[in-house]
């Protein structure tokens, strides 16, 4: 099955800098790979997806990118401001099959 | 944008009380749902997929008789977590798809503690 690993485990930016949170998936034939996010207490919210048919992806603040030669994927968040910090997780499946999510990276926010 | 309800937030129990927990697409039909299990910073794993109309499919070391599932509508479903132990206390989260799969949209989650 599939194996999905996240890195780095916890991440600490200066508020205004950028953070940058990269994935490794194992199953080749995976073909969706969503972001989610998770305060305290809360069930994850989606940031953004990608699927395998595009290399970048990016929404304001937050991009995507998807490297499937190397089975790899990234979340990058520019000019990063306190309610950045949460729990993010990165997801792999193939198509509407379950999602395989990361360990998960604490984000913290130095004002 | 699609939405999950999950309820209750919140169950605080005696040992050996059955638990109903409820999940519900508010806006959309969900032909199927999923279950998960988080315990305190780790990631969220994957216990069962729960079909309309049939049977649920668990993840492998899950035991189905201790998780009931029912997807009674194509909005509702619900895990029931029976006898519960102390060990079984944990943060649950349910998702539902969108039409079309993708993407997965997360109800915020029940936190049950046994005592």
């Known amino acids: 099955g599939e194996n999905v690993e996240q890195h780095p485990s916890t991440l600490s930016v200066q508020e205004g800098d950028s953070a940058v949170i990269k994935c490794t998936y194992s199953d080749s034939a995976s073909n969706y790979f969503p972001w989610y996010k998770q305060e305290l207490g809360k069930g994850p919210q989606l940031i953004i997806d990608i699927r395998s048919n595009v290399g970048e992806k990016k929404d304001q603040r937050i991009a995507v990118t998807l490297n499937k030669t190397a089975k790899h994927f990234s979340l990058h968040i520019t000019e990063t401001q306190p309610e950045d910090s949460a729990v993010y997780f990165c997801?792999?499946?193939?198509?509407?099959?379950?999602?395989?999510f990361g360990t998960g990276t604490r984000l913290t926010i130095i004002p | 944008g699609a939405v999950v309800s999950q309820h209750p937030s919140r169950v605080i129990c005696k040992s050996g009380t059955s638990v109903k927990i409820e999940c519900r697409s508010l806006?959309?039909?969900?032909?199927?749902m999923f279950w998960y299990r988080q315990f305190p910073k780790q990631s969220l794993m994957l216990m069962a997929t729960s079909n309309e109309g049939s049977k649920a499919t668990y993840e492998q070391g899950v035991e189905k008789d201790k998780f009931l599932i029912n997807h009674a509508s194509l909005t509702l479903s619900t895990l029931t977590v029976t006898s519960a132990h102390p060990e079984d206390s944990s943060f649950y989260i349910c998702?539902?798809?969108?039409?079309?799969?993708?993407?997965?949209?997360f109800g915020d989650g029940t936190r049950l503690s046994i005592l």
């Open positions: 998702s539902a798809p969108s039409d079309g799969g993708q993407p997965q949209h």
């Open positions: 806006d959309f039909q969900a032909t199927t």
């Open positions: 997801a792999a499946s193939f198509g509407n099959e379950k999602l395989t």
